[in-house]
Nanobody, 122 residues
Framework: VQLQASGGGLVQAGDSLRLSCTASGRTFSSYTVGWFRQAPGKEREFLAG????????SYAGSMRGRATISRDNAKNMVYLQMDSLKPEDTAVYYC????????????????WGQGTLVTVSS
């Protein structure tokens, strides 16, 4: 499966933003999809995951409580809604696919899209 993240941009602190992950491949609906981010000088961190049906979600990291992950398998899309954005949320955001559920390590995700940059100004 091939993935492409989009929807990033420059926003102000307190704003909301919805990122999209577009997938290609007939088996997309069988994959877990996760969102990660990497801030300058920091390691890539797991933010959220959603299972193949969308019936299970998981969150981690500093965006817990401010992010909502969802998917539309009919459109081959996964979304990350981010609210109450802070300057420290500035990072490149990536979506990735995994055949596992409940994993948060980069090595558990075999397919990665190009990231989308989110910049939050104060």
């Amino acid at each position: 499966v091939q993935l492409q993240a989009s929807g990033g941009g420059l926003v102000q602190a307190g704003d909301s933003l919805r990122l999209s992950c577009t997938a290609s491949g007939r088996t997309f609906s069988s994959y877990t999809v996760g969102w990660f981010r990497q801030a300058p000088g920091k390691e890539r961190e797991f933010l959220a995951g959603i299972n193949w049906s969308g019936g299970m979600t998981s969150y981690a990291g500093s965006m817990r409580g401010r992010a909502t992950i969802s998917r539309d398998n009919a459109k081959n899309m996964v979304y990350l809604q981010m609210d109450s954005l802070k300057p420290e949320d500035t990072a490149v955001y990536y979506c990735a696919a995994s055949t596992y559920w409940g994993r948060t390590q980069m090595s558990d995700f075999g397919s990665w899209g190009q990231g989308t940059l989110v910049t939050v100004s104060s």
